[in-house]
């Protein structure tokens, strides 16, 4: 059985930018935390973050695939350039799931690192748009399927059939 890379806020680590968890209860989850296949990572902290720490969004008009090809930025709300860090972990959490045998990754939709369907638009007002997060992109180039909080059943359902 795989292993499954997620994000350490979704099994309750204070590590969001704003030093909270956001765990998720899950039965699938549950299960899988006891037959210890579930890898927490958090990419940001990887990446040399403090918690807390200030909001950060991809630029506007900017994908994920563009901030790894170094054609875009990641800036915190007080317009630091915070890219590099977020590459870092990023690379990291991608060097963690393979090591681990993750074929898979549970990640925090919404995050400039975790995003699986959106992100934020890069203008800090709350406004959305659809993409992915930059170590959700990473792992998918690499054959790691991304999966939200929202698509646990889902992805146990996948799991269910192999």
Not at 16 to 22: C, E, L, N, V
Not at 83 to 93: H, P, V, Y
Not at 121 to 144: E, N, Q, V, Y
Request: net charge negative.
């Amino acid at each position: 059985m795989d292993n499954i890379l997620i994000s350490a806020c979704l099994m309750g680590d204070p590590v969001r930018y704003d030093g909270a968890a956001k765990p998720v209860a899950n039965a699938h989850l549950a299960r899988w935390r006891t037959n210890g296949r579930l890898i927490p990572f958090c990419p940001e902290i990887a990446g040399g973050f403090a918690v807390p720490r200030l909001p950060a969004e991809i630029e506007p008009d900017a994908a994920a695939h563009d901030v790894l090809q170094g054609q875009a930025r990641i800036f915190d709300n007080e317009g630091n350039d915070v890219t590099g860090g977020f590459l870092a972990g990023a690379q990291k959490a991608l060097t963690t799931a393979q090591n681990a045998g993750c074929r898979h990754a549970i990640l925090m939709d919404g995050s400039p690192s975790c995003g699986t369907g959106f992100i934020y638009a890069g203008r800090f007002d709350g406004a959305r748009k659809p993409g992915m997060g930059i170590t959700a992109a990473l792992l998918t180039s690499h054959g790691i399927s991304v999966w939200s909080e929202a698509s646990i059943d889902t992805l146990a359902a996948h799991l269910a059939t192999r």
